[in-house]
């Protein structure tokens, strides 16, 4: 058995993993470069003898290269969660309708392609993945947590050996989606460290700091952004100002907040946002609550969505004259493309505007350049100074902290043999790996940045 990895190997982006065994091929996600970890989109490895592709969840960090994979001749099966499946069509449509200009009929005979090599399998369900007459692999998918029909996935070898690619893993105790729970078993364990070396703020605590940045903006006037993607974050924000609304405020509170439009400029968060509604089921238990007691966490009265291109540029050159008030959640959520470039560009130069960055901001990112407190930055080949009060609130972010990261290693009974790290800078993957070596949590500790 030999895993390769040919992505995800010294930062966070193009996750792409290549199980080999003496009974076939598995790839387990094929994900877009981003950031300074861009490169060619071309796929470097043969393609031709893998019997699967496995994908944990529908961003396209895990996905993007889809496109470029069938171009190379991949027909094999296509496995996920049937909610990541009614996801991947969304998100590649958006994105090679933005990086290739590709129009709506071609789009089209791509996504096609890729839904007619799709096999959802549900949750906890064990499925065999075979190449010709023989057994390859028998996988099942485990609710990850990290967004809507997120998965790690295990995969059992006919020779009993277990091996568990965690995928992007989500933190605990979020309201909206329930937490992971470590697998049974993992003879080798392939495991994210995004925040390998750091611990978020509390969930508990998230409401109530964006509760404080709004009622201080609210002094000041002026605008609220918050960069958010499109799958998971921006649902994870309504969900808080749903709830912010609905029991957090005292009567004078209310009256201000009411006056607060709170707007979704993103097309494709909103139709994400009705698959998240559509898939209550898999929903946490705090969220179903809320359902069960009649409210409407992702569609709340005071929540507008902002769909024609025309519409958001008028919004924009409105705010920007007006300074009125208002939460505006746009894609994308490093600030690297997307509507809230055309905020930002308008906006940041006014000390009113508060940016909210509310998840991990990626190396080469403007995301990046904003939380570092640069003072002037590039958008469009402009120059644009900086005013703008900006934020981060960690709480948010989608994925598992250390402290989440080696509790869920610590549930597997028995301690795996390997714990393979990837997709992670490389301080994160090495606070990680130390970790876990101090606690005595595997056999064998490999990083995927020193691997061949």
């Known amino acids: 058995m030999h895993i390769t990895h040919h992505g ?149 070898l006919p020779s009993k050996e277990v091996i568990v690619f965690s995928g992007d893993l989500g933190p605990n105790n979020t309201p909206l989606l329930p937490d992971p729970t470590p697998p049974e078993r993992a003879d080798v364990l392939v495991i994210e460290s995004t925040y390998g070396d750091g611990v978020h703020e509390l969930i508990e605590h998230r409401a109530q700091r964006l509760k404080a940045l709004i009622d201080r903006s609210l002094l000041d006037g002026g605008v609220i952004l918050i960069p958010a993607f499109s799958v998971g974050r921006t649902q994870e924000l309504l969900f808080d100002i749903e709830a912010i609304l609905a029991t957090q405020l005292n009567e004078p509170e209310r009256r201000e907040w009411s006056k607060i439009p709170v707007i979704l400029d993103s097309p494709m968060a909103a139709k994400v946002t009705e698959r998240y509604r559509e898939f209550k089921n ?43 008030a208002a939460i505006v959640v746009a894609a994308s959520g490093m600030c690297n493309g997307g509507r809230i470039l055309n905020y930002l560009k308008a906006l940041l130069p006014d000390a009113r505007t508060d940016l909210i960055l509310a998840g991990y901001q990626a190396r080469g990112t403007l995301g990046r350049q904003l939380q570092r407190g640069q003072k002037q930055v590039e958008i469009d080949h402009q120059r644009i100074d900086v005013n703008a009060h900006i934020h981060a609130i960690s709480g948010y972010s989608a994925h598992a902290d250390q402290s989440d990261l080696l509790q869920f290693i610590e549930g597997i009974p028995t301690k795996p043999k390997e714990i393979r790290i990837v997709h992670g800078d490389s301080d994160a993957q090495e606070a990680l790996a130390k970790e876990i070596e101090q606690r005595g949590l595997a056999e064998r500790v490999v990083m995927a940045k020193d691997s061949p």
């Open 8 to 156: 995800a190997k010294t930062g966070v982006t193009g996750s792409c993993h290549q199980l080999t065994t003496e009974n076939g091929k598995l790839l387990i996600d094929c994900g877009l470069f981003q950031g300074d970890e861009t490169r060619p989109l071309d796929i470097e490895f043969d393609v031709h003898d893998i019997d699967a592709l496995i994908l944990t969840h529908a961003h396209i960090d895990h996905i993007g290269r889809l496109p470029w994979l069938l171009a190379t001749g991949f027909t094999s099966p296509i496995y996920c969660t049937p909610a990541t499946a009614k996801l991947v069509p969304m998100m590649l449509d958006d994105a090679l309708r933005l990086q290739l200009g590709l129009k709506r009929k071609d789009r089209q005979r791509i996504l096609k392609l890729i839904e007619s090599l799709t096999v959802p399998v549900n949750y906890h369900t064990w499925h065999t993945v075979s190449h010709q007459r023989s057994v390859v692999a028998d996988i099942r998918f485990q609710p990850a947590g990290h967004i809507l029909g997120s998965a790690y996935v295990e995969i059992k």
């Open 282 to 324: 898999l929903w946490g238990k705090e969220a179903k609550t809320r359902l069960e007691a009649g409210r409407h966490p992702l569609a709340f009265e005071q929540c507008i969505t902002i769909d024609s291109h025309r519409d958001h540029q008028a919004l924009v050159n409105r705010l920007k004259q007006t300074g009125e």
